[in-house]
């Protein structure tokens, strides 16, 4: 964490505006698509629908953080060009994914719910195991082989940073409850309270997970 | 994996541009002819130098078309999906528009580098 804290100190003039350039948007078309898709009635699928559009919006965030923080570690310097390179790049394929692991995670939780939970930090293990030139058998390998090697660690890992982002929201909340909150209100307050942070939470997890990866070089 | 790049892409292009598009040009009609052009202009764009650029080309129309008439049939409650007319003419359309920007891109080497 304290890494996380000195990098994201460093390379914060970067992610401003990356935030303003990619995640501003992407926020907003995920938050209004959100607030559609409350009005649907598709029985009873529309809240797996707002799920995983809530779920997007971290998802496809995360990966030209995780550059970032990848080549800040090695003392490169990354443009805000770059980032944005990486994010075009990598928006098709982390979608694609992110759909299909959704699709499993439906469909294991109709076969008895544990499939799905089995199946769901894959949604968060993608992304981070993406590179520009892989394909996509070598992609669901290493996903796969990583996953069963550091079960434990990557569990934690989500239920650590899962509890840091929601008591963060629910003290943001309660300081926002004194004003009348309107959903637009709302909308941008979550807005930039994602845009600050999701990329420290980026930054902790794939600290964390380089660490890993770079003990299992080792051996 | 290019594949799934490239449409990542074209989705992009297709979302901001609509978005900015609004804003310009008021027109319904030219709002999504111009839209379309540019899109599907890009997409010839991009896979003109590939290994199989018209079949690369034609496939990938193919699969946009088909996840836009999803989208919209499934989630904005437009019938587009068992409409034959609309989907025909958005095929044709698609392809044909596909086809014309790799033939010319490869043609007149706009861009550069077409083998």
Redesign the interface.
């Given at each position: 964490m304290r890494e996380a804290g000195y990098r994201y100190n460093q390379n914060v003039l970067t992610i401003l505006g990356y935030a303003l350039i990619v995640g501003l948007?992407l926020l907003f078309?995920l938050l209004n698509a959100n607030f559609y898709?409350m009005g649907?009635d598709l029985g009873g699928q529309e809240n797996l629908?707002l799920l995983f559009s809530d779920s997007l919006m971290f998802i496809l965030f995360l990966y030209p953080m995780y550059v970032l923080y990848d080549k800040s570690e090695q003392d490169e310097e990354v443009s805000i060009k770059m980032l944005i390179g990486c994010f075009?790049?990598?928006?098709?394929?982390i979608?694609?994914m992110s759909l299909l692991v959704m699709l499993g995670v439906y469909v294991g939780i109709a076969l008895f719910i544990l499939p799905g939970i089995i199946l769901l930090p894959f949604l968060f293990l993608f992304p981070f195991m993406y590179e520009s030139s892989?394909?996509?058998k070598q992609?669901v390998k290493k996903t796969i082989a990583f996953h069963n090697e550091h079960l434990i660690t990557i569990w934690v890992q989500i239920i650590f940073w899962g509890c840091f982002v929601y008591l963060l929201w629910a003290a943001f909340l309660y300081a926002a409850s004194n004003f009348e909150m309107q959903p637009i209100a709302f909308a941008i307050l979550r807005m930039v309270f994602s845009l600050i942070v999701y990329p420290f939470v980026i930054f902790g997890i794939s600290g964390k997970l380089i660490e890993l990866e770079r003990e299992d070089i080792r051996r | 994996m290019k594949y799934v790049k490239v449409i990542g892409i074209l989705l992009l292009v297709m979302t901001v541009l609509s978005f900015l598009l609004v804003i310009i040009i008021p027109n319904y009609y030219m709002h999504s002819a111009i839209l379309f052009l540019i899109s599907y202009g890009l997409l010839g764009f991009l896979v003109r130098n590939w290994k199989y650029p018209y079949f690369s080309g034609y496939m990938t129309a193919c699969l946009i078309v088909i996840a836009n008439t999803i989208f919209g049939d499934v989630i904005l409650d437009i019938p587009l999906l068992f409409t034959p007319d609309i989907g025909f003419w958005s095929f044709i359309f698609a392809i044909t528009l596909t086809m014309l920007s790799v033939f010319s891109f490869r043609k007149f080497d706009i861009g550069g580098e077409a083998a």
């Open positions: 948007p078309v898709i649907l629908l075009i790049h990598s928006f098709g394929p979608l694609m892989i394909t996509f992609w | -």
